[in-house]
């Protein structure tokens, strides 16, 4: 298997046909120009546990086109999978052993793939300490976790200072209906036409279609420089693998740095059918805007999908207004059934969110002015007790009350998907989420649409809660 010009490695009898036996893989843009220190300290300071995360994030994008959410599972279908980093003096190696074949062509890797996977060892190395001292990332204070996410993107090479056109952030589930993933198709379809980008989560289903269309639209209207961002976490690339569409890919450290992400890099944003990791998203949203600080904030926001999502919308919208209130509510507009009218709004929204920025002197490619307290920039691990202890109360102002909501949502995500989760809830049993009367049960209620609907997991096997509601 000779992948890069010149490579030691050698194809070995394999009696797996889904596998490669051993490969060598040179950068052709991202990490390809490194300095000598910078080879050594990448090659020889990892410790076990960034090896072990690389490890993962690794194979996860290798195993971009397989239809999984388990990531325990693809680490057994993939048990001798290695990885490992090969100094050179023209720079570094990936070194890959029992490696997922459908990332290959004959003997040579899918660009894309490649472009992925030295973007998941460029942001690893990033945004760990030991590995690039010089960087000194500083998590203190809320200032201070901002300027983290800032200069993430921007090493990522994703912050355009002569951007003139918007960027949609599309969010929706993973595990979505054919109806809904073709309406995700039509809607970036028509944002493309008007020469919009688009950024996802990078996963498959409502994150996947956006891009889909996206690119045959820019294709016809000859635009040659379309961004299809991708941005995931450690934490959820197993369980939603880079899709093949994303051609700038980032890893930020987790899920909060992640949402930050995606509203300070939005001109607008559309939120398509999905489960409790949409609902986490939109809690967010919503939450942030919700601080008296931004009410200035015109940020436009559509919840869309096809006939067959609309009383998916309606229960939405019905949590929405009997927890955060009619306030919250007016803060997104619900289009059934019209992929042009969506585009349209977004179209606009961009053109105005720039104009404004423009106007006041502001970063077009990054919302600085926008306020996001520590509280949700704060990592919330989910585990029993602090699952239990959340705050589900009336008496919370309406963006603390979507924060502890936001924070509900991301530990069912976590105890349905993530490794970390998964584990506790099989060792432990169910989260137990508390609350007071008509607030929990309309997240109970919220929670049972999602599991009838299947909107908790891929395919068809039987969904068995990783969280109990105790009112």
């Keep these: 298997?000779?992948?890069?010009?010149?490579?030691?490695?050698?194809?070995?009898?394999?009696?797996?046909?889904?596998?490669?036996?051993?490969?060598?893989?040179?950068?052709?843009?991202?990490?390809?120009?490194?300095?000598?220190?910078?080879?050594?300290?990448?090659?020889q300071n990892h410790s076990p546990a960034l090896r072990e995360l690389l490890r993962r994030c690794v194979l996860a994008v290798l195993s971009s086109g397989i239809a999984n959410d388990d990531a325990e599972g693809l680490f057994a279908r993939f048990p001798d999978f290695e990885v490992d980093l090969v100094q050179q003096d023209r720079g570094v190696l990936l070194d890959l052993k029992s490696a997922p074949a459908l990332s290959f062509v004959g003997d040579h890797m899918?660009?894309?793939?490649?472009?992925?996977?030295?973007?998941?060892?460029?942001?690893?190395?990033?945004?760990?300490?030991?590995?690039?001292?010089?960087?000194?990332?500083?998590?203190?204070?809320?200032?201070?976790?901002?300027?983290?996410?800032?200069?993430?993107?921007?090493?990522?090479?994703?912050?355009?200072?002569?951007?003139?056109?918007?960027?949609?952030?599309?969010?929706?589930g993973h595990?979505?209906?054919?109806?809904?993933?073709?309406?995700?198709?039509?809607?970036?379809?028509?944002?493309?036409?008007?020469?919009?980008?688009?950024?996802?989560g990078c996963g498959p289903g409502a994150m996947k279609g956006p891009m889909k269309g996206a690119t045959i639209a820019h294709a016809k209207q000859r635009v040659d420089s379309g961004r299809y961002i991708g941005i995931t976490e450690p934490g959820i690339i197993a369980a939603e693998a880079p899709n093949p569409i994303v051609n700038a890919l980032i890893i930020m450290p987790d899920i909060e740095k992640r949402l930050e992400a995606f509203v300070r890099l939005a001109h607008g944003i559309i939120i398509f059918p999905g489960g409790v990791g949409t609902a986490e998203e939109l809690l967010y949203l919503?939450?942030?805007?919700?601080?008296?600080?931004?009410?200035?904030?015109?940020?436009?926001?559509?919840?869309?999908?096809?006939?067959?999502?609309a009383d998916y919308f309606a229960a939405l919208d019905e949590f929405v207004r009997m927890t955060l209130g009619p306030a919250s509510a007016d803060r997104y507009r619900i289009v059934?059934?019209?992929?042009?009218?969506?585009?349209?709004?977004l179209s606009t929204g961009s053109a105005s969110s720039i104009k404004r920025r423009q106007a006041a002197g502001e970063a077009v490619y990054f919302n600085w002015q926008l306020v996001i307290e520590q509280g949700y920039q704060n990592p919330f691990v989910a585990t029993h007790a602090a699952m239990a202890e959340l705050q589900i109360s009336d008496e919370l102002p309406s963006h603390e009350l979507a924060a502890n909501l936001r924070r509900a949502f991301s530990g069912i995500v976590a105890g349905n998907v993530k490794e970390s989760g998964v584990r506790a809830v099989a060792s432990h049993g169910p989260f137990q989420i508390h609350g007071q009367g008509r607030l929990i049960r309309a997240l109970d209620n919220l929670l049972r649409?999602?599991?009838?609907?299947?909107?908790?997991?891929?395919?068809?096997?039987?969904?068995?809660?990783?969280?109990?509601?105790v009112q």
């Design 286 to 309: 919503l939450g942030v805007l919700a601080h008296p600080d931004n009410a200035e904030q015109g940020l436009t926001v559509v919840l869309t999908g096809p006939p067959g999502s």
């Design 1 to 43: 298997m000779n992948d890069i010009p010149n490579s030691p490695a050698a194809p070995a009898p394999n009696d797996r046909p889904d596998v490669i036996d051993r490969v060598q893989v040179a950068p052709e843009t991202t990490l390809a120009v490194l300095s000598q220190n910078e080879v050594t300290a990448l090659c």
């Design 175 to 200: 595990a979505i209906s054919r109806d809904e993933y073709d309406y995700t198709k039509q809607v970036g379809y028509e944002l493309g036409l008007r020469g919009l980008d688009v950024c996802t």
């Design 449 to 469: 649409q999602f599991v009838a609907q299947g909107r908790m997991r891929l395919g068809d096997r039987d969904y068995q809660p990783c969280y109990e509601i």
């Design 336 to 345: 059934i059934d019209d992929p042009a009218r969506v585009a349209e709004l």
């Design 110 to 172: 899918i660009r894309g793939v490649r472009e992925h996977l030295f973007a998941v060892l460029r942001d690893l190395i990033y945004i760990t300490p030991a590995l690039d001292a010089e960087q000194h990332l500083s998590f203190a204070g809320s200032d201070g976790v901002t300027d983290v996410v800032f200069r993430i993107l921007r090493n990522a090479g994703i912050l355009d200072a002569t951007l003139s056109h918007g960027l949609t952030v599309c969010w929706g």
